[in-house]
Every structure is written in structure tokens, then in C-alpha cells.
């Protein structure tokens, strides 16, 4: 009697659990880009780090005799190229975020390709858990059914957490950022502020020489 109670307290907790999770964890996205006959379309997101990011992108053409090609390149926040190919109508890149900032991956249409037409690709891109293969997870743990369900929960739960770690540590650089700065305006305020008091001195000083020399006063 007394774990039927204890299971039916905690049967609204895992209720609500189900229910949040979902809006609480960022998962794939499919974004439709429309790349012009000159120029680059990016798309980015900030990421922290040790975080699996999997995207992959396809050209959406009508004519399917002749299907143009892009160039594609993936970039981390510090510049370092993570993904890069030419003349290609589909592609996959995957990799695991060594530093936090943003994640950036830039589309651009080969010129001789696409006759001077816009060039419509979609573009997957899945990060955290999202990114995870359920599939083979399942597969090797020999789970299913509820247990399968409980785990992806319990990985949701764990982005959760790291994903309020990283806002607080955000939260604390930009405070520190903050309260550098504000120390930086006062003490050039008070500089400022000495500047002028010091020239109104010099200025009446000279101002007083000026009308004694002319035997003013």
C-alpha cells in the first residue's frame, strides 16, 4: 500500500515531466533557406560545449534534370572551419562543440549551376538530444516501450541541467563585464570631472595675471 501511494504522488510529477520536456529542450529544426544568385545565407546558434550537433541539407529543385549545386562551410566561434564542400546537392556534417558561442553554417550557390535562379535548400539542424539515434541506443541497451521512453527523459533532465549551468555561467561573465564597465565610467567620470575642475583652475589663474600685467585690479 505504501509504494501504490508513493507511485501515485510521483505519477504527476512524471506527468508533468512529459509535458515540459518538450518545450523546455531546444530539438531539430528544419529550416528552408533561399539562396540568392549572389551571396551567402548563414545559419548559426549558440551552443555550449561537449554538445553533439548534426545537421543535414538538401537542395529543393523542381527541375529535377538539372539540379544545381552549392558550396557549403561550417564554422565554430573561433573561426576553425569544422565542415567544408563544393559542388554538392546534399550533404551531412556532424561534430561535438569543443568551446561555447556560435555555431555557424554558410550556403552559397556555384554560379554556372543554377542558370541565375535562387537556389531553395533545407537544412536539419539538430543539437543536445535531439541529435542523439534513439534508434540505436535502443538497440544496444536491449530497451523499449517505457524504459526507452524514461530514458530519453532522463537525458532530457540532463540538458536541462547543463543547459541552467551554462545560463548561470553566462549570467555571471556578463555581471562581471557589467560591474567592470560601470567601474570604468566612474572612474573616468571622476577623471573627467578633475580634468575640468583643474582647466577652470588654470583658466582663472591666467584670467587673474592676464588683469593684474594690464593693471586691471
Known amino acids: 500500500m505504501k509504494m501504490a501511494a508513493e507511485m501515485r504522488r510521483g505519477l504527476p510529477t512524471a506527468i508533468l515531466l512529459v509535458f515540459l520536456v518538450p518545450v523546455m529542450i531546444p530539438v531539430g529544426e528544419a529550416v528552408w533557406l533561399d539562396v540568392p544568385t549572389t551571396g551567402t545565407k548563414c545559419v548559426s546558434e549558440e551552443i555550449q560545449s561537449n554538445v553533439v550537433v548534426l545537421a543535414d541539407y538538401l537542395i529543393i529543385s ?86 526507452l521512453e524514461i530514458k530519453k527523459l532522463e537525458g532530457a533532465v540532463e540538458a536541462i541541467h547543463e543547459n541552467l549551468l551554462y545560463l548561470r555561467l553566462r549570467e555571471a561573465e556578463m555581471r562581471t563585464v557589467s560591474e567592470k564597465t560601470n567601474s570604468r565610467v566612474a572612474w573616468y567620470s571622476i577623471m573627467s570631472l578633475g580634468i575640468c575642475i583643474a582647466v577652470s583652475g588654470l583658466q582663472v589663474l591666467y584670467l587673474k595675471q592676464y588683469f593684474e600685467r594690464k593693471k586691471l585690479i
Do not use: R
Open 62 to 147: 523542381e527541375d529535377h534534370n538539372i539540379l544545381p549545386t552549392i558550396s557549403v562551410k561550417v564554422t565554430s566561434p573561433y573561426g576553425n572551419k569544422l565542415h567544408n564542400a563544393d559542388n554538392v546537392t546534399h550533404g551531412q556534417f556532424a561534430f561535438t562543440t569543443q568551446e561555447s558561442g556560435n555555431y555557424m553554417a554558410c550556403f552559397w550557390a556555384d554560379a554556372q549551376s543554377h542558370g541565375n535562379k535562387n537556389v531553395s535548400i533545407s537544412v536539419d539542424w539538430k543539437t543536445g538530444i535531439a541529435a542523439k539515434d534513439w534508434v540505436s541506443i535502443a538497440k544496444k541497451e536491449k530497451i523499449e516501450g517505457v524504459e
